[in-house]
């Protein structure tokens, strides 16, 4: 894929670049190291930001990231992708990328080869299902006819009562599992290895399905 960028009366060729990433470890908000692999996915990048893409640069519309800076050897993008409001570290040749997320979670990935037969990790089909769920509209509650009180014939209506949605108290809006901090994975107790995570299903918080917000009355 290649963008013309016009210079005055010159015209630069700039090259999109696709890069495939594969999970190496992952350290949650207290600071403990989980190794992990065999998810991937990859990312394109243009002159000035970069998305995750399928393997032939196709944008998977999960988010733009912005290039903020390079110093220390590291690139430095910036945005609100698949992970939410995260940085993303890449190493002066792409080879390693650390993607650190607001919520304190951050994942490590290593450049690789993708898989035969890979295309596109299955983030876009994760957001459109939760956007599935977080798209239920506002609703009435209708209150029951109840007869004034000293009248057999007579009755006044309620007006029905407005649902609203708030954060999730279990995950503080995150939708990441807070017992395995969207890994989908735990620590054995006894074996000391990793088992999934007997709380959630793909690490996503159980108490509002991943969605990170839950629906009360409002008053």
């Known amino acids: 894929m290649l963008l013309l960028v016009s210079l005055g009366a010159k015209a630069q060729v ?25 998810d991937g996915q990859c990312y394109t990048f ?14 998977q519309s999960l988010g733009v990231l912005r290039y903020v800076n390079f110093a220390n050897n590291i690139y430095v993008y910036s945005g609100k ?6 940085d993303y570290f890449f190493s002066s ?34 957001k459109e299902q939760i ?16 007869p004034e009180t000293g ?3 007579s009755s006044s209506q309620r007006s029905g ?25 735990t620590s054995a107790i006894y074996t000391g290895g990793e088992m999934k995570c007997p709380s959630c ?4 918080c159980s108490s509002c399905n991943g969605t990170g917000k839950k629906v009360r009355i409002k008053r």
């Open 151 to 153: 009248s057999s014939s």
């Open 131 to 146: 956007e599935i769920m977080t798209t239920v509209p506002v609703v009435t509650v209708p209150i029951a006819t109840m």
């Open 14 to 38: 700039y090259q999109y670049r696709t890069y495939y990433y594969e999970f190496v470890a992952q350290v949650g908000n207290d600071g403990v190291r989980k190794e992990k692999s065999g």
């Open 81 to 86: 992708a698949f992970y939410g409001e995260a």
């Open 161 to 185: 009562l407005q649902t609203e949605y708030y954060d999730c108290p279990s995950c503080y809006g995150t939708g990441n599992c807070p017992i395995c901090h969207g890994s989908g994975h």
């Open 201 to 204: 299903r793909w690490g996503r």
């Open 46 to 59: 243009t002159q000035n930001s970069c998305y995750e893409s399928d393997n032939e640069g196709n944008d």
């Open 93 to 126: 040749d792409y080879n390693h990328l650390n993607i650190k997320t607001k919520a304190g979670v951050t994942y490590i990935l290593k450049r690789k080869v993708a898989p035969s037969g890979f295309i596109a990790s299955d983030h876009k089909k994760i």
